[in-house]
């Protein structure tokens, strides 16, 4: 219903208007945001204008909007609560360099590894972020200093102006698409509050956003091995969520454009922005998937989308304050209400009862840590328990047949000898039952790691035992280094055919 693939082309009019909707969806993030890391409102404000400037310029996605994020932010709280907000300034640069290397280093492609199910996991838990960090606006403190829901007509105008925002958003791209419908929807509602005098609660309620352009800061904290040892965790753990984050962005991005991004590149990007972000008092940041689905929906598809968020975002800041400080917090949330029901995957609902339990279990999995903890972390489970099914089933996989020839046995192998299928591979022969010369051909196997080599000498000390002589026919060109890069750890004769490559059928 809620379709937020949008696959129009780019053009400098759809950059300009869906840059001006996500910079006005970006004021109130950024500032809840900032809260959220415990620093000043500016300070989350000029990391989304400085992150997402250079990511539109230098990054390796267009149209993918970044800026300060809940996922960075809630590692940072710590960080500013125990040792100040010049070592979260030091920490965002060390970051940055990070993650320029990540990109140098072409760390990028290792965003393929992400099974599909993660993925899925990874936007519903999302979806579901995003919708609980609106529910915060529908509550208040009373008197008693207590966190409480609104009640009465409070309630029900939030609700009204929510949703007239969520339909004009629907139902105006049926009548024309010259303007982003998102920033028609915040223009009207704004309009009717203020035209009405509505009591509602405003951007300007939540905090002032006046403020001069970010000047240079050079960190002022001790340039010392104590620092280093202080903000280096920080760092690396800030650099994988942002870089995982940013990845499995752009990776949604190009599905829903029908075009390809460039993850290493998107590294470097995300880098030079937190590095610079960092020298001028910013909080970091990495790619929002929120805004970015607002902007791709809008039409944005090239980097002057991207470019004149950060703009109008700086703008805001420096002439504007007092006119988007006007806009109805009811507006916005409308507007992020559409964001969730256009990325969460409704299909994930009709394909879980048909595809596999395990890929069903690391689905339901990854939404849920996503929510309760932060997406790197659900992204890395997600990963080793998708690691871990494979290896489980592929472990039951390695079977043999045999033959006898000139007093001879030739067992045909099939499956990968890897950590989890080296019982099951060690209890398929029997060297007591066995002739004098025993041939395993591996033209159908492959020997994956150290635990498969580990396997073979075993094999082999047994064969040795027993009087009996164990050969490997047919191994593939990896098999072959490993077994030399192996040397003595592996006593066991290879036959191999020095002119084409391959083993021979004839005993050595």
Wanted: hydrophobic residues 50%; aromatic residues 8%; negative net charge.
């Amino acid at each position: 219903m809620f379709d937020l693939a949008s696959r129009a082309p780019a053009n400098a009019k759809n950059d300009v208007l869906s840059g001006l909707t996500v910079a006005l969806a970006l004021v109130p993030e950024a500032v809840a945001f900032a809260f959220v890391a415990g620093v000043e409102p500016l300070v989350g404000l000029y990391a989304a204008f400085m992150v997402g400037l250079i990511t539109a310029v230098f990054g390796g996605r267009p149209g993918m909007i970044s800026g300060a994020t809940g996922a960075l932010a809630v590692v940072m709280v710590s960080l500013v609560a125990q040792h100040g907000v010049e070592y979260l300034f030091i920490t965002v640069v060390l970051m940055g360099i990070l993650q320029i290397l990540a990109g140098i280093l072409r760390l990028g492609k290792f965003i393929r590894m992400v099974p599909h199910p993660v993925m899925l996991g990874f936007v519903n838990g999302l979806a579901i972020v995003i919708f609980l960090a609106q529910l915060s606006q529908f509550k208040f403190i009373d008197d008693n200093g207590a966190l409480r829901w609104l009640e009465g007509p409070q309630m029900y105008l939030l609700l009204g102006l929510i949703a007239l925002t969520m339909a004009i958003i629907r139902y105006l791209p049926r009548i024309t698409t010259a303007i982003p419908s998102s920033l028609v929807a915040i223009v009207v509602v704004s309009g009717l509050v203020i035209g009405l005098d509505l009591d509602t609660r405003t951007v300007g309620d939540i905090a002032s956003i006046a403020g001069g352009l970010p000047e240079f800061h050079i960190p002022e904290v001790p340039y010392n091995l104590e620092t280093l040892l202080i903000i280096l965790p920080y760092a690396v753990i800030l650099a994988a969520i942002g870089l995982i984050e940013s990845l499995l962005t752009l990776t949604l991005v190009d599905e829903i454009t029908g075009t390809r991004g460039r993850g290493n590149k998107e590294c470097v990007g995300q880098g030079l922005a937190n590095t610079a972000t960092g020298l001028f008092g910013g909080m970091g940041g990495c790619a929002m998937i929120g805004q970015s689905m607002i902007n791709v929906n809008s039409g944005g598809r090239g980097r002057l989308s991207g470019i004149t968020a950060a703009l109008s975002l700086l703008a805001f800041i420096l002439v504007a304050s007092s006119l988007i400080e006007m806009i109805p917090v009811a507006a916005l949330i409308g507007v992020m209400f559409i964001v969730v029901l256009g990325t969460f995957e409704w299909s994930s609902f009709r394909i879980i009862p048909k595809i596999p339990k395990s890929d069903a279990f690391v689905l339901i999995l990854v939404s849920g840590v996503t929510v309760a903890t932060d997406l790197a972390i659900a992204v890395i489970v997600g990963v080793i328990c998708s690691a871990l099914v494979f290896a489980w089933k592929y472990a039951k996989h390695t079977q043999v047949t045999h033959e006898d020839v000139d007093n001879s046995r030739i067992y045909y192998l099939r499956g990968p000898i890897f950590f989890g299928s080296v019982q099951n591979f060690l209890e398929l022969f029997d060297p007591s039952q066995d002739p004098d010369h025993v041939i395993i051909d591996f033209q159908r196997s492959r020997v994956a790691d150290h635990s498969g080599l580990e396997a073979i000498d075993t094999l082999a000390e047994r064969y040795i035992k027993a009087g009996k002589q164990l050969h490997l026919r047919h191994l593939s060109p990896e098999c072959v280094r490993l077994l030399a890069k192996a040397g003595d750890l592996v006593e066991v004769n290879v036959i191999e055919d020095p002119d084409y490559k391959i083993a021979t059928d004839k005993l050595a």
